[in-house]
């Protein structure tokens, strides 16, 4: 790779040993896509775990005197004021401290602490073509696909390393010639809400491996149906960029798509591919029902909270409701008195927290409902099961503790 004199003195350590340690990681990944140089990004957001390896890392860059030149945005952990204290059910304090450390390793390093997933909706927001350094599983496929941003599906640790240097190796996605679609995906499918795109984004077996290019949606979508798409095509088939014909803003025609090359292959979804996704990936269960619902993987927005306290205010809840979102959108919902017309009917406004945390230990061995694949694909590995229905009926099963 061809380093400028600042990313080699970088590298040699006149910026520090942090520095020179997260620039020597940069510039591996660069060498082993064959990237010619590195290239300075505006935005970053690392999508930590609060898992062991994560820390690890974390702790080893802050402990190396590295301080972040783009402040990232971070993914969640879990609340700690939520789930210490008088919570009902509290989280070990051996959890609690690694949350701790977490929470006190990205502080030092200078990241933004906003602890959500879903950044790109409200609070880190690229432009048109700008270079970023974003992971998450549903934050690369937006950045590129909705906004026309250019990042690679880097992971926390690369895209943590590339916030401190604040370069990238230029390779993949942030190259012109790389981000063409070459599948075309004809959406035969009834695209009522935003669930069925859950759905859609499940698809990633049938779409194959590429770049696709969706015909027959909607022009205009909804923020919350785009992503869900991303973040389950991420999850099906590791897509960091799709187009949507006549929406995304690379896909004015199919052609523009295509880069006016032939697709290599064609597929049809329908709503009997959707219906059997549904039914494939919910867990299999003896009964109908239910011990509590969960929404919000990737974090829900302040108007799907909204809606869900128009559909139970003066209600009661037959089984406990999570709903995770942003500290921003439940800051919001305080103040609109939406976070109040929830509590009354039993529901809790979680912000800050994922459902791949051991903060849900008592969950275990229960049965829950969700509209999210994603939701329900990764609490799977703490023995939480979940059957996957449309927001409206799994909002009625929570009132009456039964998936009809």
Known sequence: MKLTTEQQEMLD?????????????????GECFDAPRMVPIKRAHVALSNQAGDLWFAEKLLKAGAKCRVAPTVNPGFCLGHFTGSCAHPVDEEDADHMRRTDAAYRGLGAVLSYNCTPYIATNVPNFGEVCAFSESSATPYANSVWGARTNRESANSALCAAVTGYVPEYGL????????????????????????????????????GIPVFTGLPHTITPEALRNLGAELNTSGAYGMYHIVGCTPEAPTLEAALGGAKPKREVVITDKDLQDMQ??????????KVDFAMFGCPHFTLEEAIYIARQIEGKKLTVPMYILVSSHALQMAER????????????????????????????????????????AYYPRRRGIHFLIRDLDTCIEAALTGEVK
């Open 336 to 375: 609109m008195g939406i976070e109040e017309i929830l509590a009354a009917a039993g529901a809790e406004l979680i912000s800050d927290t994922c459902p791949d945390q051991p903060c849900w230990h008592y969950l275990k061995g229960k049965v829950g409902v969700t509209e999210s694949p994603k939701c």
């Open 174 to 209: 942030l190259l012109d010639e790389n981000r063409k679609g070459d599948i075309v995906v004809h959406v035969e499918a009834d695209m009522k809400t935003a669930y069925e795109y859950h759905l859609l984004g499940m698809m990633g077996d049938k779409i194959g491996e």
């Open 279 to 288: 039914e494939e990936f919910s867990d299999k269960v003896n009964s109908s």
């Open 13 to 29: 350590g006149k910026f520090g040993e942090g520095a020179a340690y997260a620039m020597k990681i940069q510039v591996g990944i």
